[in-house]
């Protein structure tokens, strides 16, 4: 089956720490995206990747890491530095980026819930 | 003002009830338009992907986007205790931009 794999489905932090969220798509889709659902929220975009080995911030980036060493992978590392990381995390791809045209539709992932104890 | 406006709701419907959900924006480059619906806990799921303006019907559900008033609505016909889930729209052109959701129950 097709799809964009998370894990862990629930991840509990403590103050201080950094933690990786996991995202594996078998899409062969170029893109990738992270972004963060906090209730009552649209969705904001943390990271995105075009292609391996290259990757953007959002509009939320601080306090999160990632890298895009391969194209089926998409690691999200949030770190001790982002203040309020208790939210639900969103793993998205495309064929290709926004603004290519047609493609650009973006599937997700089941999600992350992250929650600071 | 946000980039797109959408209402929170909740919004709670009889089974068989036509239910209409809209999202309004700001940015008139945007020119592709899609509707997901998100089950509780769940990522969300596309349902409709739009070119521009016009209609596109599959199955229950008509996704109508009215670029000159920045107006783009879901129609779900015929509505179910399973359509009960938050509709998020998005559109994009260089950006993807998302609504914040309606949360829709439909009760039997």
């Known amino acids: 089956d097709g799809g964009i794999t998370q894990s862990p489905k629930y991840l509990f932090r403590k103050e201080g720490q950094n933690v990786t969220l996991s995202c594996e798509q078998n899409?062969?889709?170029?893109?990738m995206y992270w972004y963060r659902q906090d209730p009552g929220q649209g969705l904001r975009l943390i990271y995105y990747s075009q292609i391996v080995n290259d990757f953007q911030k959002g509009d939320i980036a601080e306090g999160y890491s990632v890298s895009r060493e391969k194209k089926e992978s998409f690691p999200l590392t949030v770190t001790s530095a982002q203040k309020n990381p208790t939210a639900f995390y969103l793993c998205?791809?495309?064929?290709?980026?926004?603004?290519?045209?047609?493609?650009?539709?973006?599937?997700f992932g089941p999600g992350t819930r992250l929650t600071v104890l | 003002q946000k980039e797109v406006e959408q209402d929170p709701g909740p919004l709670s419907v009889p089974e068989g009830a036509i239910v209409s959900l809209n999202c309004t924006y700001s940015?008139?480059?945007?020119?592709?338009f899609m509707w997901y619906r998100q089950y509780s806990r769940k990522g969300p799921e596309l349902l409709m992907y739009?070119?521009?303006?016009g209609n596109k019907e599959d199955g229950r559900f008509t996704a109508q986007v009215d670029k000159s008033s920045k107006y783009i609505s879901l129609f779900i016909r015929d509505s179910q205790p399973s359509d009960s889930a938050t509709y998020l729209c998005?559109?994009?052109?260089?950006?993807?931009?998302f609504g914040a959701g309606t949360r829709l129950t439909v009760k039997p």
């Open positions: 739009t070119y521009s303006s």
């Open positions: 998005a559109m994009s052109d260089n950006d993807m931009r």
């Open positions: 940015n008139s480059a945007f020119q592709y």
């Open positions: 998205a791809s495309s064929i290709r980026s926004v603004g290519v045209g047609q493609g650009n539709e973006q599937f």
């Open positions: 899409l062969n889709h170029d893109a």
